[in-house]
Nanobody, 123 residues
Framework: QVQLVESGGGLVQAGGSLKLSCAAS????????MGWFRQAPGKERDTVAV????????YYADSVKGRFTISRDSAKNRVYLQMNNLKPEDTAVYYC????????????????WGQGTQVTVSS
């Protein structure tokens, strides 16, 4: 079992930056692939970025490549999403999720989810 709590969302102007943080409970954080997902009003959930258990492998959606960076700190049981050069289309609720062992970009395979944090980018 793992519990996830996101923080760091907010309102920012286009071109600005935010850093999301996800705190994970439990002593087996290193056993989980971690992902960031987002859902805008009226749209389906999208995969934003995924990081492997070791942190060596990452995945980014094309829409965020070169602007977002996912990272993890196993000592602190945290995963981060650094978001730079934000655009209005990045506006969404961002969710942190954990999947036991398997590296996957399919959100339907993730068994543990945080409550979400709102990111709003104004033009």
């Amino acid at each position: 079992q793992v519990q996830l709590v996101e923080s760091g969302g907010g309102l920012v102007q286009a071109g600005g930056s935010l850093k999301l943080s996800c705190a994970a409970s439990g002593r087996t954080f290193s056993s989980y692939t971690m992902g960031w997902f987002r859902q805008a009003p009226g749209k389906e959930r999208d995969t934003v970025a995924v990081i492997s258990r070791s942190g060596v492998s990452t995945y980014y959606a094309d829409s965020v490549k070169g602007r977002f960076t996912i990272s993890r700190d196993s000592a602190k049981n945290r995963v981060y999403l650094q978001m730079n050069n934000l655009k209005p289309e990045d506006t969404a609720v961002y969710y942190c999720a954990a999947n036991y062992l398997k590296f996957t970009t399919d959100g339907n395979e993730y068994g543990y989810w945080g409550q979400g944090t709102q990111v709003t980018v104004s033009s």
